[in-house]
């Protein structure tokens, strides 16, 4: 969407500017927005100390960086405007083929460290945060309302592969990293669910995933989808709005572009076609941190609004129905 006079709108890049955005959020409970945010990597938990050694390239994500500045933003004022009485979660790390499992982790969620290679510090991290049976059932029983094959998950039952060097259950890195910083290290009042995505990354099929746990917006949940819109291991300056190249950074303004477009139906058919973009496949080689985009959309509702809260180069975060 352009302005009158044929420019681009100003978007949120500094804290002045996504403060003024999350103080503009209505404060509401009963029917809370749904959020897509930019849950970075394990590099927000790197220590301090090392952050200066990280690189121009790991500015952005690392642990003094805007995205970790914007997410200790951004969880107070979900919590202050919203009050929500649970978080079911979507995450990048997180796809299942057939079915829909849900997290069912009891008092204590266990955490799944699925990244490799760091330093200790970063397999000693802590979030202390609980689940609860019947927000789990109730996103089973959405699921299965819909026609899908859905279930819960226990501490019992491995997901994946956990950089300790064993599988496990968990919360993993695309939750508890970010978390970690929204919430706090200890986070017990509220219970967390997470959701597996559907590894097909099908646009249409992930979007869909958002529209079936719609109507927990209305019941005081707060619904979160996370990824990241610039996600290239094999190309790290990708990660670099200044060292990024300009395929990439073409995408990445074409993302902006289509969150901005005001009518609803225009803006899904350009969001969907983001993915034949000719920089998609620079920054996402697979789509897999990408698609979490669409189950915010879902979520959000077929007429809704959406309100870009931060634009954090490749890490951006959009409020769907504020």
């Known amino acids: 969407m352009s302005t009158s006079n044929g420019t681009r709108p100003s978007l949120p890049k500094t804290q002045e500017e996504w403060r ?34 990280m690189g121009e390239v790991w ?12 997410l200790k933003d951004f969880g107070p004022a979900l919590l202050k405007k919203y009050n929500p009485k649970g978080i079911v979660v979507f995450s990048a790390h997180w796809e299942t083929t057939g079915e829909r499992l849900v997290t069912d982790y009891g008092d204590e969620n266990p955490l799944l460290m699925d ?19 019947a927000l789990s059932q109730r996103v089973v029983q959405l699921f299965k309302d819909a026609g899908y094959l859905a279930r819960t998950t226990s501490k019992l039952e491995a997901r994946g592969e956990d950089g300790r060097g064993f599988s496990g259950p968990g ?3 695309g939750v508890f990293v970010p978390f970690r ?85 225009a803006r899904k058919e350009a969001m969907v076609n983001l993915v034949k973009h000719r920089g998609f496949r620079s920054a996402h080689p697979r789509a897999e941190h990408f698609v979490p985009l669409y189950i915010g959309a879902g979520a959000g ?19 769907f129905d504020p």
């Open 20 to 53: 003024k955005a999350l103080d503009e959020l209505p404060a509401r409970t009963d029917k809370i927005p749904a959020f897509f945010f930019g849950h970075g990597s394990p590099a927000l938990a790197f220590p301090v100390k090392d952050a200066g050694a």
């Open 59 to 70: 500015k952005t994500m690392g642990p003094t960086g805007p995205l970790a500045t914007f």
């Open 115 to 133: 990244y490799y290679g760091f330093q200790p510090e970063l397999y000693r991290l802590k979030f202390k945060s609980r689940g609860d049976s």
């Open 171 to 173: 919360l993993d890195h």
């Open 181 to 265: 910083l929204m919430f706090g290290e200890e986070f017990t009042d509220i219970p967390v669910v997470e959701v597996s995505m559907d590894s097909s990354l099908d646009p249409q099929k992930e979007w869909a995933l958002g529209e079936v746990v719609e109507p927990l917006r209305r019941e005081g949940i707060l619904v979160l989808a996370g990824g990241l819109l610039v996600h290239n291991l094999r190309d790290m300056s990708s990660f670099s709005e200044a060292h990024a190249n300009a395929l990439v950074k073409e995408f990445n303004q074409a993302i902006l572009d289509a969150m901005t477009v005001a009518d609803p139906a």
């Open 301 to 319: 509702g077929a007429d809704a609004d959406v309100k870009i809260l931060s634009a954090i180069y490749g890490a951006p975060t959009f409020a």
